[in-house]
T-cell receptor, first 117, second 118 residues
Framework: AQKITQTQPGMFVQEKEAVTLDCTYD???????LFWYKQPSSGEMIFLIY??????QNATEGRYSLNFQKARKSANLVISASQLGDSAMYFC??????????????FGKGTRLSVIA | GAGVSQSPSNKVTEKGKDVELRCDPI?????LYWYRQSLGQGLEFLIY????????KSGLPSDRFSAERTGGSVSTLTIQRTQQEDSAVYLC????????????????FGSGTQLSVL
């Protein structure tokens, strides 16, 4: 079964508008971490934001925020005031487990975001 | 080094040959990951290391794939008897630790090795 599901293969957004990229996850472990990474056309992977399962507040990093809905097992990425440079692939990822730490970080299939001028 | 270094950046090989891909993580990073990415696709987990140990090898596609890490530093991914379906970008990443939140777990990726099997 897929651990991470990103249902939007591609998204378009107008420059300066906000956009939400969807991510749902599947785990029975109460302790986990959720990540978003960006991969521009250059191929490099860039860390954007992290949300821990016990964090009370939604994570924010500049123009990025994570809409964490634990009961629904969703961790959507919100990008505000989109810029042309935001055009890239975006990957959601999850690491399960607490102190055992014996689980790898697994990625979803990604969403390609295109920002239109 | 300043970042995760992978070599070679490109490798073209003939079907049936063995290849070795090298990853030099950021100094002091205890966790090291190998992923595979086919063109336009997501990241497929292969294996990861905590120190020199590999707790999870479940992602290795077949017994032709193996990996090791020595001295808690450099890692080598070996593919024996390469097949055309092995063609992909092989990405290595390291993190300070394998748990403990964003500061510890944030992955730093190398630029990848583009493997082409003819």
């Amino acid at each position: 079964a897929q651990k991470i599901t990103q249902t939007q293969p591609g998204m378009f957004v107008q420059e300066k508008e906000a956009v939400t990229l969807d991510c749902t996850y599947d785990t029975s472990d109460p302790s986990y971490g959720l990540f978003w990474y960006k991969q521009p056309s250059s191929g490099e992977m860039i860390f954007l934001i992290y949300q821990g399962s016990y964090d009370q507040q939604n994570a924010t990093e500049g123009r990025y925020s994570l809409n964490f809905q634990k009961a629904r097992k969703s961790a959507n990425l919100v990008i505000s005031a989109s810029q042309l440079g935001d055009s890239a692939m975006y990957f959601c990822a999850m690491r399960e487990g607490g102190n055992s730490g014996n689980t790898p970080l697994v990625f979803g299939k990604g969403t390609r975001l295109s920002v239109i001028a | 080094g300043a970042g995760v270094s992978q070599s070679p950046s490109n490798k073209v090989t003939e079907k049936g040959k063995d290849v070795e891909l090298r990853c030099d993580p950021i100094s002091g990073h205890t966790a090291l990951y190998w992923y595979r990415q086919s063109l336009g696709q997501g990241l497929e987990f292969l294996i990861y290391f905590q120190g020199n140990s590999a707790p999870d090898k479940s992602g290795l596609p077949s017994d032709r794939f193996s990996a090791e890490r020595t001295g808690g530093s450099v890692s080598t991914l070996t593919i024996q008897r390469t097949q055309q379906e092995d063609s992909a970008v092989y990405l290595c990443a390291s993190s300070l630790d394998w748990l403990g939140g964003a500061t510890n777990e944030k992955l730093f990726f190398g630029s990848g090795t583009q493997l082409s099997v003819l």
